[in-house]
């Protein structure tokens, strides 16, 4: 399992808006019909946000490592 990285402030605000709307969609649902609403565009966002922060992590620590 992959470290979680560090978020800067707008990625966690970013990470909580996503998250406010799967669950504001969660309970739009009426459960009544097979819940057919579908999360996985917000989720997508959300990983991408974390790929983004680790990918910054990485290079961080690579520049880091080249300085010594």
Do not use: C, F, S
């Not at 909580?16 to 999360?39: E, I």
């Amino acid at each position: 399992m992959a470290r979680e990285p560090k978020l800067t402030t707008g990625e966690k605000a970013k990470v909580a808006w996503y998250v406010a709307r799967m669950a504001k969609r969660g309970l739009a649902d009426d459960r009544l019909t097979g819940g057919r609403v579908h999360q996985r565009d917000l989720e997508r966002k959300v990983e991408r946000v974390i790929e983004q922060a680790r990918t910054r992590e990485e290079q961080r620590d690579a520049k880091k490592n080249r300085r010594k």
